[in-house]
C-alpha cells in the first residue's frame, strides 16, 4: 500500500523496531512532514543520530544519513556542517545520547552557534537498554534502576539551551504534532542552532514501571499534563511530572559557527594570496 | 461512499489503536477497534462512519500505516 510519505522512507527498512504506540514514531512522522512541507531536496538533509530506540531515525529516512556511536551525533553533524555548510544538518537522538554521554557537546554545539537542528526524543529513561533512569528522568520515577523512586533532579532541557545562547527553542509534547511540524519547519530553516525538546511515551519501559497504562491512557495523562503557553521566559518552562509547559520559549538571530569560520578562511586566503600576511601551513 | 477514504495499511499497522483515540477525541469519531488482527499481531482499526478528513489519524500514527485519500468520484 502507499503512504503520502512512503518517498521519505528507506525503502526495505519499514516496519520500524519501534513499540506499538511509541512515540518515536510520531516525531519521525511529523519531520518527514515538515521536510515534505517545504519542498526541501531530500539530497540536501542529512539526519544523524546516536544509539537508543530514537537514534535507529536515521536508518529509517530516505536521505543521507549517519547512526553515530553512543553520545556522538552531534560532534559528527558539526563534522559534516562545517565540511559542507550548504547541507541542513539536523540531529534526531534520545534523551540518554543527547544529555547524558554526549551532554557536553551539546552544551559546546549550542555556545558555538553551529548551525544544526536538534530534536531531542525525551522519554524520560533509556528505552532501548531495558529502562534506565538517564538526566531527564523525573524526581521520584520508576525505572530499572530507581526501583524505589529517583532521588536525583532532573535537568530542563529548554532552560538549558537557554542558558547557552541557542537561537531557536521549543518543547512539544507528541500530542500537538501540529505544532511539532511547523517548529520543525521553523528549526529547518533558521540559521543557527535550534533545539526543540520532544515530550514522547516510551510506552513498554517508562510507561510501564510508572504506570501510565496502554498507548491510549499514556496519551490521554500525556495530553492533561503537557499545555501549551506563549511568551514564557525558558527559566519558567517547568517540567515536571505533572506539569509540563510547552510551546517556543525564544527565537533570535545571531552570527553562526560555520559561516563565520569559512569567511575567515576566505579573508585569510585572500590576504595570504596578496602577500599580506604569511600562513603557517 | 464518502468523499474521504481511510486506508489502513495491514502490513505496518501495530495494533496501538492511537488512531482511534484522536478520531474520537478531535476527528470525526469514525473509527473502532475490530477483532481483526494486524500482521504484527495488534488490534485492527475500522472505519464505522464516514471520514470528515481532518487527517488527525495520519498525523498521530506512529507507523505511518494509516492515510486519508481523497475520492475521485
Ligand atoms: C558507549 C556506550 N555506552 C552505553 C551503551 C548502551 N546504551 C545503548 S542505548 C543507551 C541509552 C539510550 O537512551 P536514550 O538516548 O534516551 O534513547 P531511547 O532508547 O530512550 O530512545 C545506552 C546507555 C552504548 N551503546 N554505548
Ligand atoms: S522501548 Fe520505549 S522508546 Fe524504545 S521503542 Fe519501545 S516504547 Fe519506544
Ligand atoms: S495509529 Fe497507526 S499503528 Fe496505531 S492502530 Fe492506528 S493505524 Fe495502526
Ligand atoms: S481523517 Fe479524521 S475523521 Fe477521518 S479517520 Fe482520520 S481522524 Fe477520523
Ligand atoms: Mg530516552
Redesign the pocket.
Known amino acids: 500500500m502507499t503512504h503520502p510519505l512512503d518517498r521519505y522512507l528507506r525503502p526495505g527498512m519499514i516496519p520500524h523496531i519501534w513499540c506499538p504506540g511509541c512515540g518515536?514514531g510520531i516525531i519521525l512522522n511529523a519531520f518527514l512532514r515538515a521536510v515534505d512541507e517545504l519542498g526541501l531536496d531530500q539530497d540536501e538533509i542529512v539526519v544523524v543520530s546516536?544509539?537508543?530506540?530514537?537514534?535507529r531515525v536515521s536508518g529509517y529516512v530516505n536521505m543521507d544519513g549517519f547512526h553515530t556511536?553512543?553520545?556522538r551525533a552531534i560532534p559528527v553533524a558539526i563534522g559534516i556542517k562545517t565540511a559542507r555548510p550548504e547541507l541542513k544538518v539536523v540531529v534526531i537522538?534520545?534523551?540518554?545520547?543527547?544529555f547524558?554521554?554526549g551532554g557536553n557537546h551539546f552544551l559546546h554545539a549550542a555556545r558555538r552557534n553551529v548551525d544544526l537542528l536538534v530534536i531531542c526524543?525525551?522519554?524520560f529513561?533509556?528505552?532501548?537498554?531495558g529502562g534506565?533512569m538517564?538526566p531527564t528522568t523525573p524526581s521520584k520515577a520508576y525505572t530499572t534502576t530507581t526501583p524505589y523512586g529517583n532521588i536525583e533532579h532532573p535537568l530542563n532541557l529548554v532552560y538549558l539551551a537557554a542558558s547557552l545562547g541557542a537561537v531557536y527553542i521549543a518543547r512539544w509534547c507528541v500530542t500537538h504534532p501540529l505544532q511539532l511540524k511547523e517548529s520543525i519547519k521553523r528549526g529547518l530553516t533558521k540559521r543557527g542552532f535550534s533545539f526543540i525538546e520532544v515530550v514522547t511515551p516510551?510506552v513498554t519501559?517508562y510507561g510501564r514501571r510508572n504506570r501510565m497504562g496502554e498507548p491510549r491512557e499514556f496519551m490521554r495523562r500525556l495530553r492533561e499534563i503537557c499545555v501549551i503557553r506563549r511568551g514564557v521566559d525558558p527559566s519558567e518552562a517547568v517540567i515536571e511530572a505533572d506539569r509540563i509547559i510547552c510551546g517556543e520559549f525564544r527565537d533570535v538571530d545571531k552570527p553562526e559557527f560555520t559561516q563565520l569560520l569559512w569567511n575567515m578562511i576566505r579573508e585569510v586566503s585572500e590576504k595570504a594570496s596578496r602577500g599580506e600576511i604569511e600562513v603557517a601551513l | 461512499m464518502g468523499r474521504f477514504n481511510v486506508v489502513i495499511d495491514r502490513d505496518l499497522c501495530k495494533g496501538c489503536l492511537l488512531c482511534v483515540y484522536i478520531c474520537n477525541k478531535r476527528g470525526g469519531g469514525i473509527l473502532a477497534e475490530s477483532e481483526e488482527r494486524t500482521l504484527l499481531g495488534g488490534a485492527l482499526p475500522k472505519v464505522i462512519g464516514e471520514c470528515i478528513g481532518c487527517r488527525w489519524c495520519e498525523r498521530i500514527c506512529p507507523d505511518l500505516a494509516i492515510s486519508v485519500e481523497v475520492s475521485q468520484c
Not at chain 1, 529513561?125 to 537498554?129: K, P
Request: net charge negative; glycine share 26%; hydrophobic share 25%.
Open positions: 518515536n546516536g544509539i537508543g530506540c530514537m537514534g556511536t553512543h553520545g537522538s534520545g534523551d540518554g545520547d543527547l547524558a554521554i526524543a525525551n522519554n529513561n533509556y528505552g532501548m537498554t534506565q538517564g516510551c519501559e
